[in-house]
């Protein structure tokens, strides 16, 4: 292989390798040991706040809702199969999470509707559901997915204001980064090893080329 397409060759490498130890560090910072995503938001519109399963199943991993109101109200959250939570909520007034940006954390919130919300809790389709006065938790696992989670008072009264926090945890998500940034460093010091090897070379050889030049002379 000529010499400068070694050159060239090397320095991509080590580019790489740079870009993988800061993207995987990165990574390792804002995941944490345990793995953690977390994604909130503040909804202000009168009604529920349903996540669908294009959010509440995106990954297949357990995740944590958690609802919480700043007057202490009462607070529930249902899960139930899609289109049974999608019929009972026919035409009410509801606040749809449909997007999670990582790494800001940041949930996006829809607002439609504007139909009275009927008291959820009389419903038998809910297969998980959890109620606390002022903030509620409940973890949702993926084995009845596609499924839809829906926050309401836990009767037919409006919620006005709460915060909604969805997490997903994997410890597997953590050691990935991790193993990202150390491939990175393994191909920046191999590369950059090998550029520095190749460059004292060429300066032996020019030295060597002069001092025969001079001898000649």
């Keep these: 292989m000529p010499v400068s397409t070694r050159r060239a060759l090397g320095a991509v490498v080590a580019a790489l390798g740079i870009v993988f130890v800061a993207l995987g560090a990165?990574?390792?910072?804002?995941?944490?040991?345990?793995?953690e995503a977390q994604f909130s938001a503040t909804s202000k519109a009168p009604g529920?706040?349903?996540?669908?399963?294009?959010?509440l199943n995106a990954v297949d991993?357990?995740?944590?809702?958690?609802?919480?109101?700043?007057?202490?109200?009462s607070v529930s959250i249902e899960t139930a199969?899609?289109?049974?939570?999608?019929?009972?909520?026919?035409n009410s007034a509801v606040t749809t999470a449909?997007?999670?940006?990582?790494?800001?954390?940041?949930?996006?919130?829809?607002?439609?509707?504007?139909?009275?919300?009927?008291?959820?809790?009389?419903?038998?389709?809910?297969?998980?559901a959890a109620k606390s006065p002022?903030?509620?938790?409940?973890m949702v696992d993926q084995s009845k997915a596609p499924e839809t989670a829906v926050v309401t008072s836990g009767d037919a009264t409006d919620l006005g204001d709460v915060t909604v926090t969805l997490t997903w945890a994997n410890r597997g998500?953590?050691?990935?980064?991790?193993?990202?940034?150390?491939?990175?460093?393994?191909?920046?010091?191999?590369?950059?090893?090998?550029?520095?090897q190749g460059r004292a070379?060429?300066?032996?050889?020019?030295?060597g080329e002069t001092k025969t030049s001079e001898a000649a002379v």
Excluded: K
Aim: proline share 6%.
């Design 26 to 35: 990165w990574m390792v910072v804002i995941l944490g040991p345990s793995g």
């Design 48 to 55: 529920a706040v349903v996540i669908p399963p294009e959010v």
């Design 61 to 73: 991993v357990p995740v944590q809702i958690t609802a919480t109101r700043p007057d202490g109200g």
């Design 81 to 90: 199969p899609s289109n049974d939570a999608r019929a009972i909520l026919a």
């Design 98 to 128: 449909s997007a999670v940006h990582f790494p800001d954390g940041a949930l996006d919130l829809h607002a439609s509707g504007a139909g009275a919300l009927t008291d959820l809790s009389r419903s038998d389709i809910w297969r998980l």
């Design 134 to 138: 002022g903030s509620a938790q409940l």
């Design 173 to 196: 998500w953590f050691f990935e980064a991790l193993a990202v940034a150390t491939i990175g460093a393994v191909l920046a010091v191999f590369a950059l090893n090998d550029l520095w």
């Design 201 to 207: 070379l060429a300066v032996r050889s020019d030295v």
